[in-house]
Nanobody
Framework: QVQLVESGGGLVQPGGSLRLSCAASGTIVSIKSLGWYRQAPGKEREYVADITSGGSTNYADSVKDRFTISRDNAKNTVYLQMNSLKSEDTAVYYC??????????????WGQGTLVTVSS
């Protein structure tokens, strides 16, 4: 089994920045998409951003121009750089990998979630 381990969440003031990381325990040989989702209190889980096999990035309108998704293929890791954070960004953030893993084939895997709290 492949597991995704998330880190980087925490408490930050409005206008501040955080960088989330999500590392896969397995080796990725090919990518469909690597993405980030979030779930705020009382809300459904929503799409935040993703990066595709060719390196194209996509963002929800609510985070566009503030968040940047990137990856390090050698480390089987995806990142989410979050700048100019707002209170409405407060949520549990989940990474999601859709990829082919060495020795395992294609898998869709979710991270355990990391809490981001934006507050004064």
């Amino acid at each position: 089994q492949v597991q995704l381990v998330e880190s980087g969440g925490g408490l930050v003031q409005p206008g501040g920045s955080l960088r989330l990381s999500c590392a896969a325990s397995g080796t990725i040989v090919s990518i469909k998409s690597l993405g980030w989702y979030r779930q705020a209190p009382g809300k459904e889980r929503e799409y935040v951003a993703d990066i595709t096999s060719g390196g194209s990035t996509n963002y929800a309108d609510s985070v566009k121009d503030r968040f940047t998704i990137s990856r390090d293929n050698a480390k089987n890791t995806v990142y989410l750089q979050m700048n100019s954070l707002k209170s409405e960004d407060t949520a549990v953030y989940y990474c999601n990998f859709k990829a082919w893993f060495r020795g395992l084939g294609y898998l869709e895997v979710w991270g355990q979630g990391t809490l981001v709290t934006v507050s004064s």
